[in-house]
């Protein structure tokens, strides 16, 4: 039987229609998660999931699944998606390309009049990013059993708005339970977000795992003081304490460069005016490296220079809260599938790795999965520069048909 083929043309269509929910100036998407534009994103998924013939399901945390029924539906079925919700502001791939591809590998499946065994969901997980609520992955986390359901409701975002809150408020906290069903398998499309493919000239990432990461949250904590009287001798500035050690924190990240990155990510101060002096600034770091001992040293490396300054400034550097993340390692019987749909097809394709985290983590607890990665442009992503061929779109949504078709089509 030849291969299916996937409508590059509406693939490409949808991805620039949706592109224009939150669209921004220099060609880029602003759609936090449970915003009115997420909402408007997550309708029109709904409308092409029923013009597909998909029965739509919307669980508790938001979670849009579009159903596919097998000629067994008692077999638990094949999932396929990604996220629709965006960084402020994001790009058209990072996300909606999975959700997209899975739709359109669903779309192809209909247009050949193939029914398989298993069931396929084409599904968007609640919150990806986690630009607006922290943690991201918290949708597909919820799902696999790695957050609860109540907790997670009651996270708020900066201006008090809760996830249940948001979820109702735009139509989304669905009667559905969040998770506790099998999965056969899930698979994931998306653009590397990184340079790797595109440096290697190849167009399909096999991606077998990820990098270690640590977050580090920090303080600083100096005086209060009227920043136009109290005199320079005498004043104890927790910015610029704080600055200081952004300012290794990105050294430490240069010196154990390109294996290793290291910088300080966000930073809040108090009373962050203009008349006085900093006496409080809370800020934290991202540290991701291949290997342990690299995490590991450069962890050391930031503790070392938060004692110098500390000693130096007389400011108190604390670390008040670590998250490490293991590397997580996806089915390895998938990835070398990955390889050889990608050589059947006529596409290059090597071994990847991921240092960003992507909602096939969590799925990667529950079941089979896999993560297939296309190049973006100079590796950008979470800007609006981000940018990826139609062709290498469409290269990968026949990659994910394919995992689709073989795994949807197995009866045991």
Request: charged share 20%; aromatic share 4%.
């Amino acid at each position: 039987m030849p291969a299916l083929a996937i409508n590059r043309d509406r693939l490409w269509s949808d991805l620039m229609t949706l592109g224009c929910l939150g669209a921004t100036p220099r060609g880029g998407s602003d759609r936090l998660s449970l915003t009115d534009a997420d909402r408007d994103a997550r309708n029109l998924f709904v409308h092409w999931c029923a013009e597909a013939g998909l029965a739509v399901t919307i669980d508790a945390m938001g979670n849009v699944f579009g159903r596919r029924e097998g000629a067994d539906p008692s077999l638990p079925p094949v999932l396929a998606g990604s996220h629709l919700d965006t960084q402020q502001p994001g790009g058209k791939f990072d996300g909606p390309l999975g959700v997209l591809a899975a739709l359109a590998a669903v779309r192809a499946m209909n247009a050949a009049g193939i029914v398989t065994q298993r069931a396929v969901e084409v599904v968007n997980w609640t919150n990806e990013e986690g630009a607006r609520f922290a943690p991201g992955l918290m949708g597909s986390g919820v799902f696999a059993g790695k957050l609860d359901l109540a907790a997670t409701h009651a996270t708020a975002d900066r201006g008090g708005a809760t996830v249940g809150a948001e979820l109702a408020r735009i139509g989304y906290r669905g009667a559905a339970p969040c998770g506790g069903r099998a999965v056969d398998s899930y698979f994931e499309l998306h653009i590397e977000q990184g340079p790797v493919l595109e440096a290697a000239g190849r167009v399909i990432g096999a991606v077998t795992g990820s990098h270690y990461m640590l977050y580090l949250g920090l303080e600083c904590l100096g005086e209060n003081g009227h920043a136009q009287s109290l005199p320079q001798a005498r004043r104890r500035n927790a910015l610029y304490g704080a600055s200081r050690l952004v300012a290794e924190i990105e050294a430490i990240g240069d010196a154990h460069a390109p294996a290793g990155t290291a910088s300080a990510i966000t930073m809040d101060v108090w009373p962050n005016n203009r008349i006085n002096i900093a006496h409080r600034a809370v800020f934290a770091a991202s540290v991701v490296h291949p290997a342990r001992e690299g995490v590991e040293a450069m962890e050391a490396a930031i503790l070392a220079a938060m004692a110098r300054i500390a000693d130096e400034t007389g400011l108190a550097l604390s670390v008040v809260s670590r998250m490490r993340r293991d590397p997580i390692v996806f089915d390895a019987g998938l990835a070398e599938e990955t390889l050889r749909l990608a050589a059947a097809r006529g596409h290059s394709a090597m071994p990847a790795l991921t240092r960003p985290g992507h909602d096939a983590f969590n799925l990667s607890a529950i079941c089979p999965t896999a993560l297939i990665f296309v190049p973006c442009l100079d590796g950008v992503s979470h800007s609006e520069l981000e940018r990826a061929s139609l062709e290498h779109c469409a290269a990968g949504a026949e990659i994910l048909l394919d995992h689709m078709l073989n795994r949807a089509g197995r009866a045991n």
